[in-house]
């Protein structure tokens, strides 16, 4: 389908992160800055921005900071088309160690947060704005949001000066009426925003779901290479792009660095379809029982994870 | 959603067959029919139904010739409510050695074909139908025939007595807009006839495309035990069960079974999302140039692929 106002984001560094601490070599994030480049992406999330005295630099990789140096090694001035992004979750990030926009290689803020949360991300997102940057508002696990909690939340996005807000699939849960049900509730609480799409591959449905976004009129849309993200991972950067049909988009550095960066990683990382994550998606739940399933030495033992889980909820 | 019309076959032993010639251990093919049963799945499709001096039993496992013998040994007289599914290719079977029903445990034969060999399809149908067997046509490669042949093909079905007629992506190319597209040209061609539904995984739709299918009014449902089958494989049965809302189906039995028959084929067999299978899906080419690059000791080298397809799309 092509649409011009249609913009394309690369969250692999961002959301693969999270299965691994952010601990990318240079040579990968390096790779997959120069893929989007080259394949005329039109944002790349590179991370988180968090504050430096609330995760430990040990433990975490420097994709959980996004430090100006840090970025800066990887794109010098980034004299490019691709716009660069980072996530801030809500109370991890000072609003002073925020520098203005001038100073900064940083283009886009994408704050997160729950429905519960939304005036300090409105708060937050006002804050860089007012510092020059762009912001848009991602709040995630729409799927646990009650009704009136929701027309709470888009009464308030309306109100706001905040240009973009995501529908995000937290647990990869939703179906396509549910697609259709929330983007039409979002477009016509929202006149004159951009609405985003962010999805989770529980139940791959991630593309298709994306899909379905598109036909109901959202304009910015979150993949990652190969699929890779937190737990299930997100929509195939590769599958969106061969639907997509502006020219500008070039499918072919997105296989290469697939090829050469992302398919090792498989090696080391469970990301994608797998039983557990399944379950999660489909029963609607948080993946961290599935996640720490996964990380356990009977990952494979599907049957007792099921169990679990269901004898979870029957009590 | 819960629609009792609503039927499911499971086609992990044909299809999955087309990835290892048919070549199950006779345990593997008793696990997938104990689960089928166990799970309440209506009908399970145990191989194709061929001449045996057209094929070898040196080559072919049991599964290509469905031999009676062959079957009683898995499933004795079937004394289930799963009923027993066989698949015939036009011009791979010859009449006089279908037995009468009376003396088969088959229940159903699919009738597979292109849209050239609808008559013969329909003559194959019939006369199995003539012989007390429940019957469908199967016509493949629906998204590389052209309008004026689909119509033909839908005014013949129309006129014949075959009660189900299916919608089949064999190269996993559809879109949802073209699953809608389809099934409604199907339904209005076919009125009081029932439409299935058999999907492939190439672009990660095969699940969305069957869910999209079951909305727009299909009630025959093909799945396979974690998505087997050639190529990308199918949809995957414990998502579509995931979303089926009819008590009858337990899921757990189908879990019992991927963990231990179907998972343990992962290391020998690559179905499922790769690189080279989503780049014939998303040109809407058969898989066969990916198969022989995935069967090839460069399997990985994806972006070799790329380029030898885009080449040979440009001459």
Same mark, same amino acid.
């Given at each position: /389908?092509?649409?011009?106002?249609?913009?394309?984001? =690369?969250?692999?560094?961002?959301?693969?992160g999270? /299965?691994?601490?952010?601990?990318?070599?240079?040579?990968?994030?390096?790779?997959?800055?120069?893929?989007?480049? $080259?394949?005329?992406?039109?944002?790349?999330?590179?991370?988180?921005? %968090?504050?430096e005295?609330?995760?430990?630099? *040990?433990?975490?990789?420097?994709?959980?900071?996004?430090?100006?140096? *840090?970025?800066?090694?990887?794109?010098?001035?980034?004299?490019?088309?691709?716009?660069?992004s980072?996530?801030? *979750?809500?109370?991890?990030?000072?609003?002073?160690?925020?520098?203005?926009?001038?100073?900064?290689? !940083?283009?886009?803020?994408?704050?997160?947060?729950?429905?519960?949360?939304?005036?300090?991300?409105?708060?937050?997102?006002?804050? @860089? /704005?007012d510092?020059?940057?762009? $912001?848009?508002?991602?709040?995630?696990?729409?799927?646990?949001?009650?009704?009136?909690?929701?027309?709470? @939340?888009?009464e308030?996005?309306?109100?706001?000066? @905040?240009?973009?807000?995501?529908?995000? *699939? %937290?647990?990869? %849960?939703?179906?396509?009426?549910?697609?259709?049900?929330?983007?039409?509730?979002?477009?016509?609480?929202?006149?004159?925003?951009?609405?985003?799409?962010?999805?989770?591959? +529980?139940?791959?449905? $991630?593309?298709?779901?994306?899909?379905?976004?598109?036909?109901?009129?959202?304009?910015?849309?979150? $993949?990652?290479?190969?699929?890779?993200?937190?737990?299930?991972?997100?929509?195939?950067?590769?599958?969106?792009?061969?639907?997509?049909?502006?020219?500008?988009?070039?499918?072919?550095?997105? !296989?290469k660095?697939?090829?050469?960066?992302?398919?090792?990683?498989?090696?080391?990382?469970?990301?994608?379809?797998? !039983?557990p994550?399944?379950?999660?998606?489909?029963? +609607? =739940?948080?993946?961290? %029982?599935?996640?720490?399933? /996964?990380?356990?030495?009977?990952k494979?033992?599907?049957?007792?994870?099921?169990?679990?889980?269901? #004898?979870? #909820?029957?009590?």
């Open positions: /389908m092509y649409r011009k106002e249609i913009k394309v984001l =690369d969250c692999t560094v961002r959301d693969g999270l /299965m691994n601490k952010w601990q990318f070599s240079k040579d990968f994030v390096k790779g997959v800055y120069d893929s989007c480049v $080259a394949a005329g992406i039109d944002y790349m999330e590179i991370g988180y921005i %968090s504050s005295d609330q995760f430990s630099h *040990d433990e975490f990789g420097p994709w959980k900071f996004c430090a100006e140096d *840090d970025l800066r090694e990887i794109m010098g001035d980034n004299n490019t088309d691709t716009k660069i980072v996530m801030a *979750d809500i109370g991890r990030i000072k609003y002073d160690d925020i520098r203005p926009k001038s100073e900064s290689v !940083i283009d886009l803020f994408r704050v997160a947060c729950y429905d519960y949360q939304i005036d300090k991300a409105i708060e937050l997102a006002h804050h @860089v /704005m510092k020059g940057y762009e $912001a848009t508002i991602n709040m995630m696990a729409v799927s646990k949001v009650s009704e009136r909690a929701l027309n709470q @939340v888009l308030d996005v309306a109100n706001s000066r @905040v240009p973009i807000f995501y529908l995000v *699939d %937290s647990f990869g %849960s939703l179906y396509s009426e549910d697609i259709n049900n929330l983007m039409q509730r979002y477009k016509s609480a929202l006149p004159g925003k951009t609405i985003g799409f962010h999805g989770h591959n +529980n139940t791959q449905l $991630a593309f298709a779901n994306t899909i379905e976004c598109i036909i109901d009129g959202a304009n910015m849309l979150d $993949a990652t290479m190969l699929g890779i993200g937190r737990g299930a991972g997100n929509c195939p950067m590769e599958l969106l792009l061969s639907f997509l049909k502006n020219p500008k988009y070039k499918i072919e550095p997105i !296989i660095c697939i090829q050469d960066y992302i398919y090792p990683l498989k090696k080391d990382i469970d990301w994608g379809y797998f !039983i994550y399944m379950i999660t998606g489909a029963q +609607n =739940d948080h993946p961290r %029982s599935a996640l720490a399933w /996964m990380a356990s030495e009977h494979d033992d599907y049957l007792s994870y099921y169990e679990s889980v269901v #004898k979870n #909820k029957e009590i």
